[in-house]
């Protein structure tokens, strides 16, 4: 892999299973679990993603999405559509938004939406004004 390297959050909606298997094959994913703060409120591991310049993965799209919008600047988000995906989907999906972002600079104020169904689209949030 000699694109450029992004560090992941993974949120409580994914399994901590995903992260352990892609530290296994070299990538920079922690789990919030790893970090001691599953539990802890949206804001709070939004928040912890930035101070840990890592990109946040989740499926709660809805409340993140809102977050991103009222931040002045974030490191990125993964919003995955499919909630339902068990560990070995979320796993596929992890590693297809890896190859993704390896072409990508940075994801700062944007997010990378894996559709249900599994198309990628790269979103600005917020948007500009």
């Known amino acids: 892999m000699d694109g450029h390297v992004h560090k992941l959050l993974l949120d409580e909606n994914i399994s901590p299973w995903a992260a352990v298997q892609l530290r296994k094959h070299g990538h920079d994913v922690v789990h919030i679990r790893d970090r001691g703060i599953l539990g802890q409120s949206d804001p709070e591991v939004f928040a912890r993603a930035l101070l840990e310049d890592r990109v946040l993965v989740t499926a709660n799209i809805g409340d993140f999405r809102k977050l991103a919008s009222c931040a002045e600047v974030h490191v ?54």
């Open 76 to 129: 990125g988000l993964v919003l995955i559509e499919d909630g339902s995906l068990g560990r070995v989907a979320q796993l596929e999906v992890l590693e297809r938004v890896l190859e993704e972002l390896a072409g990508e600079v940075d994801l700062v104020n944007r997010a990378l939406v894996v559709r249900t169904g599994g198309d990628l689209r790269f979103e600005v949030i917020p948007p500009t004004r």
